[in-house]
């Protein structure tokens, strides 16, 4: 006989497997050889291919602390993943399966959970289609709405994309332009309004669409792995995730201030302030790598939106180096500003 208790969870779990049924079951989604079950028993299974390694990532966004709380669900589904892809892009992965556990909270009426749920799906498979990576189980449960995503990728048996392999005279790589992002959260939360004041209702989509919709740099990636000596993806921000690869490396770096690709959207910024935001603004998701001089000039020929920003250097330390036209001419610059750390 059921206990009431049961019964509710009977009743919860019905709809819990009917919303798995409706919106994570999509017969159209990426289906690959390498998964022997998907989703829909207490495990899926996979026959992984032989001659390469696997690499795994798992990142959570909640609301209110990883995106604002009013963010629509496609943007929130989105970024999900592509912060999860961006992982795999930073060790040069080719991205493969994932895992989703959903947290969502009581909506108003069935309908708006459905919308919801419906943007949600969609925005997430069709990325996940872009990618040819599967989504092949999770979870789903009621609470606080935050999303999990954890993903899997093949490796190359010889791919070196460690945050511990550079070495000093290797440059400093970005594969794009850092800020826009920042500037997007402080669109999203209405703050800061001198820092974007004079931008147009275009540039503002740009700066919001580089926060909710980050680039991961899959096919980048792939063509760095056996060139990269070291690679990150950028999270927190220049500055701090630099740092991490100084740490593993046991190196230090220069950097150099005007080579720092900044974004469309920091133009209401003085140079000084932009500077800072590309630095040290967060969620920009362009890799940072390190590579031997000798392999710059082709990889610049292949990406040529990808910047040169700095050196590895024996001493330890990252010097920031201001605007002096000539090396010796050059002061070192100290920022105001640090990073995000969730602990700090
Ligand atoms: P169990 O109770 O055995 O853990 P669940 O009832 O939670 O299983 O899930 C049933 C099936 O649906 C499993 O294959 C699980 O991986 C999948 N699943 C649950 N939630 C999701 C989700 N949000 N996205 C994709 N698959 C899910
Ligand atoms: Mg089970």
């Known amino acids: 006989m059921l206990t009431l208790e049961s019964e509710l969870r009977e009743t919860m779990s019905r709809s819990e497997f009917q919303l798995i049924q409706s919106y994570f079951s999509d017969p159209e989604q990426v289906s690959r050889s390498d998964i022997v079950l998907g ?13 390469s390694n696997l690499a795994f990532s798992i ?5 209110g602390v990883h995106f604002p709380d009013d963010t629509p669900p496609e943007a ?9 892809l961006s992982d795999l892009a930073a060790m040069g992965a080719e991205p493969a399966w994932f895992t989703l556990s959903l947290s969502l ?18 925005s997430l498979f069709s990325l ?5 990576i599967q989504l092949i189980g999770g979870d789903t449960t009621k609470g606080a ?16 994309m460690r945050r511990s392999g550079a070495k000093p005279d290797d440059l400093i790589i970005v594969t794009g332009p850092l800020g826009g992002a920042a500037i997007g959260l402080d669109i999203a ?7 974007f004041s004079c931008l147009s209702e275009h540039d503002k989509q740009d700066a919001l669409n580089a926060l909710n919709y980050p680039k991961a740099r899959i096919k980048e990636g792939l063509s760095l792995q056996t060139i990269a000596h070291s690679a990150l993806d950028l999270s927190d921000g220049l500055l701090s995730d630099l740092k991490h690869i100084l740490k593993a490396s046991n190196v230090g770096a220069e950097l150099i201030l005007e080579k720092i690709p900044l974004a469309a959207s920091l133009t209401c910024l003085d140079k000084q302030a932009a500077w800072e935001k590309a630095l040290t603004g967060g969620d920009d998701y362009e890799l940072c790598f390190t590579l031997a001089k000798d392999d710059w000039p082709a990889i610049k020929e292949q990406y040529p939106q990808f910047i040169e920003v700095g050196i590895i250097t024996s001493q330890k330390g990252l010097r920031l180096l201001g605007t002096g036209r ?3 001419d050059r002061q070192e610059y100290k920022i105001k500003t640090r990073g995000y750390d969730h602990f700090g």
């Open 39 to 51: 989703i829909g028993d207490d495990c899926a299974i996979a026959q992984p291919r032989k001659q």
């Open 59 to 63: 990142d959570t966004l909640i609301s």
């Open 76 to 84: 929130i589904a989105y970024k999900a993943l592509a912060v999860n």
């Open 105 to 122: 909270p009581e909506m108003q009426c069935d309908k708006s959970r459905e919308e919801w749920l419906e943007k949600f799906s969609l």
């Open 128 to 132: 996940a289609k872009e990618h040819n």
């Open 145 to 160: 709405l935050s999303v999990t995503i954890q993903v899997s990728g093949y490796l190359d048996k010889s791919s070196g």
């Open 189 to 195: 939360l209405k703050q800061n309004t001198e820092q």
């Open 326 to 328: 000539l090396p010796h």
